[in-house]
């Protein structure tokens, strides 16, 4: 078969797909564009803490190895510990598996699950200027639009508390817990609506049954894709610039077909990367890019869950040295005196392990993570030393010879957040081993944070790089970062429009 008569059989093909895909190629790019500025909602972490009472020292009697001994979880060690409030007395929340048991830290009680009417009240404490008008409005018993994937920590109904106040603000929060998990209101459900949720077909009768959601999205993706290579199949043969220098129209089409066909040529490309690299974000057929430590690298370095034992230095002791404690460089003195903060006492402690040594760790509103020592002391420690770190990668990768090793101080290809939010610095660990493993450690907790494989950096370029354009400089650029994607999706969604209005014109004739 010659290349003509291969693009007149291709031509129809291309032309029925794009009936039933026009509509929904529409949807992607108009989503998309949302989703630049707009995600689904949520309750952040840092909302979640500024709303707690900070922990009162004198209050905490019980010590974690009580604790852990009152909430009666066996032999069990905890995956994680917290210190935190609950209604202004404080708790211990311990994390076993997805569930999780909170003990009160004054009286060894334990949290019983919460109702309905004490979901109300915790929600009027944590927002006082809506206490007279807030109400519960419903208990989930399934989950909604908005919970499909329950919030981290929350197992069991979600209780959800309205506000009452004029954006129609809606807090959800776990019975397990008591802990308010997710906060939507009138504008956030709107833009989670035309964003994520039409970009990712995220409709809750569909996503429920997480197979068939899958399987849909994969699917779709790839004829997509034969969708995308088709058009430029076709648009590249009827591109003649030999027409062009006789002074004729380079595209034999005519009216928005000839549209259709320009917008192809420019952002056809870019259209089949996105839908191509859209569809390796489901991780199909077995390929992932996960960069998330091995479980026996965080045994290596944390231990096998938190062995409350270990931790012999009292948390009234720690929050005292953490009160008392001054800024110790000039800097830091500066910074105090500029935000007319003095010291003060934690919201939460995170009681932690490196390489055997317990540590609570808190965030100071100006210097970030701060360690406690639990085993001795208590003596506060701004983190860990190079040779400390690198000592914790050896553990992680046992018989593995350490190759290059890289104190970063500013962001790398793989270990990056365009908000600044990642930590920094973190030692980099390279190895020779047969997945090419990187190791990516925090100075400031000695948390192995990333790994990254040879395989993990592939997808890392074939999704983020093609899909988000997170490149090398640009995605760090800011608003030109911006003007590249918008103009892109505009384009991409040019394409799609013309494709419509072309499809509709057809089915009429």
Sequence with gaps: MNMKRLIAVLTPVHRYL??????????????????????????????????????????????PAEAVARADIGSSRPGRITLTTYRS????????????????????????????DEALAIVRDAFPDHAGSARVRDTLTRPDQWTIEAPFGSTGPLHVIALGDPAATDLYVAS??????????????????????????????????????ANVIIYGSLAGCVLCLLGLTVGIYRYSLARYRQGISATP??????????AGLIFGVITLTW???????????????????????????????????????SPARALDALRTWGPAASSDVARVAKSGAGPSVPKELDLIQFMGAPFYRAEDPLRGTVLVTADHGPAIQAGFTQPELLAAARAAMPG??????????????????RSGGRPLPVLRVKYGDESASWLYLDAHDGGLVQRETSRSRLFRWLYYGLHDLDLPRLYQAGWI?????????GGGLLLSMTSVIVGWRWLRR
């Design 253 to 262: 089409y005519s009216g928005w077909l000839r549209w259709h066909h320009y």
């Design 18 to 63: 794009g009936l039933v895909f026009c509509l929904i190629f529409v949807a992607w790019f108009a989503s998309g564009l949302v989703m630049i500025y707009a995600r689904m909602p949520a309750y952040t972490g840092s909302e979640r803490v500024a709303r707690l009472k900070p922990l009162d020292p004198a209050a905490v009697r019980l010590s």
């Design 400 to 417: 593995k010879q350490p190759g290059e090793i890289t104190w970063l101080t500013g962001y790398d290809g793989y270990y990056y957040d």
């Design 275 to 313: 839908v191509f690299s859209g569809m390796l974000s489901m991780e199909p057929w077995g390929l992932s890019y996960a960069n998330d430590p091995g479980v026996d690298q965080v045994v290596a370095i944390r231990g096998d869950g938190v062995d409350a034992a270990r931790f012999v230095v």
């Design 176 to 213: 397990n817990t008591g802990g308010i998990v997710l906060e939507t209101d009138r504008a956030s459900r709107f833009w989670g609506y035309a964003g994520p949720v039409m970009h990712w077909f995220y409709f809750r009768p569909l996503r429920v049954n997480g197979p068939l959601w």
């Design 89 to 116: 007395r404080p708790v211990y929340r311990f994390r076993i598996g997805p569930d999780a048991v909170t003990v009160f830290a004054d009286d060894g009680s334990v949290l019983e699950p919460v109702k309905a």
């Design 481 to 489: 970062w911006y003007a590249v994607i918008v103009g892109l999706c």
